[in-house]
DNA sequence: GTGGTCTAGACCACC
DNA sequence: GTGGTCTAGACCACT
C-alpha cells in the first residue's frame, strides 16, 4: 500500500503523509471513506504508532482529512483541502519549472506532460 | 548576494545552496566564472566555513560547478549539469503538477505559468 | 435545531453543549421550558444517548440548565448560571483581548464589536 | 517561569506553549531572543522535552518564534505571527464577550477593562 | 549543544 | 476500538 525507503533522507512520517496523499489524490480512498487506524496502519507498515499519527495529524492539517476522536480518521473533501497548500504546491512547481527551462528542457515537453496528466484524470 | 533567512525551516546549506544555483540560473554567475571563495562568502554571510564547504558540495554533486583543488570553484556548462538532477527535477514536476491538477487547477493556469517563464528567460 | 460538524476537532459532546447553550442564549429555548428529551435529541442528531447525556451535565453543571428526575431537564434562569461560569469568562476574556491588543489590534476595534454584539440583543 | 497544573485538563503542551506566548507577550522575552533549549526547559519543569517539543512546534506555527535547527529556538517579531491565529483570537472574543452580556454583564465593564489593558501596556 | 525524528510502552478521553 | 498525550531513552543532522 505505502512504499517506506529508510535510505530516504526525508523523515519516515512525510514518506507516510505523501503516500498517504497520493492515495487520496488516485481516488483510492474517496472522500468521506474511513483511514485505516492508526494502529492497524503502524502494525501493517511495522513502525511505530506515533510516527502514523504525526502524518495524520500533518494530513489533517492541510486539510486532506479529518479526525473523529473515538471514531477513526476520514478523508475530506477535496474543496477543505488548505489554501496554504494549494499555494505552497505553486512556489514548488515555479521553482521546479524555471531549474528544467534552465537546464534547457523546452516548455513544450512540460506542456505535453501536463495535458497527458490532465487525460489520465478524465479517464 | 544571497539572502539568507534564518526563520526559514530549511538549514543554512541549503539556503546557500539554492541561493547559489539561483544565481546561476539567473545568469548573474557565467559558466567559467569563479565563485567567491569559501572563507569570503563565509565572512561576508558571517557564517561558519563549514557550511558554505556543504552547500559547494551539493552543487558539485548536482554538476553545477567544479572544484580545482588551490585554484577555486568554478560555474560548469549546463550540459555538465547531472542527469539525476533533471530525473528528480522531473518527478518533482510530475508530483507537484498533478497534486494542483488534482486540487483543481485548470492545466491553462500552469501552462500560462510556463509560457510566461519561458518569455522571462529569453529577455 | 443543532448542527454537528464531524471535522470539528471538538468533541461530540462539547459541540451538543455549546449548541444548547447557544440556543439557551440566543432566546430560542427559555426560562423554564423543557429540553428535549436526552433520547429524543440522541435520535434526531443520530447519536448515542451517552453523548447527550454528557452535554446535559455539562450545561447543569455550568447552571445553565436544571433536571428534574422523571420529568425531564429544563432551562433554568440566567441568575442560576454559575459564579464560576462567569469567572472563567471573564478570565477568557482577558486573555483573549490583551492577546489581541498585543498583536496590535486597536482597542476602538474590538470596542465597537462589543456595542454591535449590544445592539444585537436589545433587537 | 512557567506554572503547570497537572489537574487541568489542558495537555501539558498546551499549558507549556500557553505560558511561553505569555511570557512574549508580557516583553519578558524580546523578538529575536533566544528561548531556553528544549532540554533545558524540560528538565527545569522535570516534564519530558518531547513535550517541550510539541509547544515550540505550535509556537512556531503560530509565528510567534522560529527556529534555527542545530542553533535554538527564537522570538519572532510581532509582525510574522499568523493571520491565522488572528482570526482564532477574534471568533473567540466574539463568543466569550457575547455570553458575557447574556449573563448580564454591562458592556461597560468589559469595555473598562479594554481600556485598562491598553493603558498597562502603554507603561 | 541544538532541534528533529523514532521506538516502545503506557494511560486517558471519546464513542 | 479509536485517536491524543506523555515518558524514557536513543540516534541523527546541523552549526
Not at 515555479?94 to 516548455?107: I, K, M, R, Y
Amino acid at each position: 500500500m505505502i512504499q517506506l525507503n529508510y535510505r530516504d533522507s526525508r523523515p519516515i512520517y512525510e514518506q507516510v503523509r505523501d503516500g498517504l496523499r497520493q492515495l487520496l489524490m488516485s481516488g483510492a480512498i474517496l472522500p468521506g471513506e474511513k483511514l485505516p487506524s492508526v494502529r492497524a496502519l503502524a502494525s501493517s507498515l511495522t513502525i511505530n504508532p506515533n510516527t502514523i499519527q504525526r502524518a495524520y495529524e500533518a494530513l489533517e492539517n492541510e486539510g486532506y482529512v479529518y479526525t473523529q476522536i473515538g471514531k477513526g480518521t476520514f478523508a475530506a473533501e477535496l474543496s477543505d483541502v488548505n489554501l496554504e497548500r494549494r499555494q505552497e504546491l505553486l512556489v514548488q512547481f515555479d521553482q521546479t519549472a524555471s531549474e528544467l527551462l534552465f537546464l534547457g528542457t523546452p516548455a513544450e515537453t512540460l506542456i505535453q506532460r501536463l495535458r497527458e496528466m490532465e487525460e489520465k484524470r478524465n479517464d
